[in-house]
């Protein structure tokens, strides 16, 4: 029977009179290496048990299972008569050119006699002569597959892939060895080289035209933007100079999550009542503080980051919230010890001494958010928490699957960044005031406080900082917007795992998501990444534990992440609204300034452009929005009502922030859901 199955696959043209009984197609994956040319053939097994011959998959003339092909196979024969279909059996062998073997993406077996659709999500490297079962929508719980065996043996095979490693002593823990599969798709990686050659195309022309060394003016700056389509005006350009524009960066721009409730003046802040008193629209400091007017943001953590490309600021910054609404700076002292040559500086002091004293704050800034916020907080915990998923969830499991589109590229982004970006003699080095010596010593320093439970979890992080009283508070576009897709998300994951889990037994006897919060909270010494404020401290006893674990780190990896990367063009591009490094000494007194004196201490011309082309590259969108998933992983018809209903409310809220911004005084639509890719991918 099975050779006169196999003489019944055609090339999809059928006689009218002899329909197909079973149709097949298969997806081939958009990875290196993933198609084959071996010999393939497969089993169908319906949900009594019984069988089907072992079938060659092959169309005469057709070059099968290419990279990223969808491939269609006939089945005609009436003597086959299956029940629905449960489970598949693929086999290949060891024929053909290369001995590669094949990743498959997914099967779909139609059946032409009931109308029946079975879809076989597989999302794996089929080995030769290794038969590969799957099951029909491949989302169960190890406790209750049929194959567990297989699984646990495919999961020892993937520890050996993904392995633990770190790139230096206290640093976070990432994949050891950058494994093939973590790869950028040929599509993705062709779209951003086209992306990076457009960008370093209209630098080139805008170099010839503007020349090099040092700008003249504020004006001659200006007027290197909106020439050509991919150096446009960055938004920072028309308020870069205003103090509601200063202290609106600090609820809306690239480093939204520093701000917090001020209940008492450091006492190493040598701010006075009477300093700060003119700025309180007639409140007492005291009164303003009690009355939550008064926020600070500080950066000690820059205290021993020592300037590769110029100095390094420390700076504490006090806001007071006006009847308007505005966040308005009432002092800044740029380092942290007070005293003579550390004066705290005010808006009553000279404008232009106001005006370079701020552009001195964002330097800092720039160092904090690019180490720490940007990097630490979000791709590099993102990705130990990915590899601790390839490690112990088989791609089988529910939760591997909620998970998996929300770390496409993590590795490979992160791969490049550690051997360009953050290279000794690369951009980060060249262009950033605190360097690559204080990259790494910053993340050394503090990547280990970040605590998924708090800085990880939106809610939790806003209360601790005492921002999240929005009468107080009531211009945070962060917060704000940030809340509606937090919301969504933890909906949708709450809903999602509800299909899979009864109740909490199951999830207790759940080995594999034991096993990863386990290796989650384990610290890297002991086996595991070392992340704290794992919601359970390791294990999952509460449903609402692994609901908080899951929504945080698909928060970071979207939402997090979104806000600390996609509006650095708009922040960094104009040097003098966010510089990553100044060319001369902070001010260490108030003697009056002069326009020329803010203009000498921007960065050159080459090292302006150097800024324009890393964070335009960087702030360009190059995967899908949010719960629109490149990879589909559950098929389950009620996980995809789940998603359907989570596609709605990321419209409803995508409405509501339009409208926000219509009222806004600034504009903010970094966190409009449509904005927000899935993962980390850039």
Known sequence: MGNAINKCLDTGRVPLAWQSTYIIRIKTGDKKNAGTDAHVSIRLYDDEGESSPLMKLDVPMRDDFERGHVDEFRIRNHELSLGPIARIELNRDTSGITNANWFVDVIEVLDNRTKGNYIFPVHRWVEAKCPLFIQRLDAVLPQFDKYKELRDAELEAKKNVYEYGRAGEGLPVKVKNFPQDEEFSAEYKNDLTELQDNVKGSLLITKLLSGGGNFESIKELKEIYGRLEHIDRPKSMEHWSEDAWFGAQRVMSCNPVIIKLCTAIPDNFGVTDEMVEPFLEGMKLSAAMEAKKIYICDLKVMVGIDGLRGKVTQPIGLFYVNKAGDIMPIAIQLFQEKGEGNPVFLPSDDPNLWQLVKIWYN????????????????????????????????PSHPVFKILAPHFLYIMAINYRALNFLLAVGGPIDNLMAIGIPGFFKLLEKKQGDFRLNVEGHLINDLKERGVDDAEALPFYPYRDDAMLTWNALKKYVKNTLAIYYEDEKQMQEDSELQQWAKELSLSFEDGGIGLKGVPGEGKFEKREDLIETLTCTIFMCSVKHAAANFSQYDDYAFTPNFPMHLVTDPPTDKVPRTPEDVVKALPSKNDTLGVIAITKTLSLKGTKSLGDFEVKYLYDIRAQAV????????????????????ERKFTYDILDPAAVPNSISI
């Open 643 to 662: 998603n359907v209903e989570l596609m709605e409310d990321l419209v409803k809220a995508s409405r509501v922030i339009g409208k926000r911004n219509k």
């Open 363 to 394: 330097v800092g800034d720039s160092g904090l958010h690019q180490s720490l916020t940007h990097l630490a907080y979000t791709h590099l915990k993102a990705e130990g928490i990915a590899v601790c998923t390839h490690r112990n969830l088989s």
